[in-house]
Nanobody, 126 residues
Framework: QIRLVESGGGLVQPGGSMRLSCAASGRPITYYCMGWFRQAPGKEREFVAAISFNGENMTYADSFKGRFAISRDNAKSAVYLQMTSLQPEDTAVYYC???????????????????WGQGTQVTVSS
């Protein structure tokens, strides 16, 4: 079992950038697919990005391609989400998620993840 803790959220101006971090503890995430999801007020949780257990494959929801980048450092048991060109509509709680999986293609469906962090608030506003 792993425990996930997100950090790095806060207030950013439109057009700005922000890097979210997800720290895992409990056991190494070497064999875990890791993902980022977000949930805006009044909306359902949506997929943002995911990365395979070995970091070789990433997948993004179409609306984030070219703006967001997911990465991981298994030695540090950490996953990151670099966000650029942020807009007010990116305001949401961002969640880190993990699933024990060594398949090549990262998982994109929230229901396929077994472990979740508590979320970190990202607010994009001037």
């Amino acid at each position: 079992q792993i425990r996930l803790v997100e950090s790095g959220g806060g207030l950013v101006q439109p057009g700005g950038s922000m890097r979210l971090s997800c720290a895992a503890s409990g056991r190494p995430i070497t064999y875990y697919c890791m993902g980022w999801f977000r949930q805006a007020p009044g909306k359902e949780r949506e997929f943002v990005a995911a990365i395979s257990f070995n970091g070789e494959n990433m997948t993004y929801a179409d609306s984030f391609k070219g703006r967001f980048a997911i990465s991981r450092d298994n030695a540090k048991s950490a996953v990151y989400l670099q966000m650029t060109s942020l807009q007010p509509e990116d305001t949401a709680v961002y969640y880190c998620a993990g699933r024990l999986s060594v398949q090549r293609d990262p998982h994109r469906v929230a229901g396929e993840y077994d472990y979740w962090g508590q979320g970190t608030q990202v607010t994009v506003s001037s």
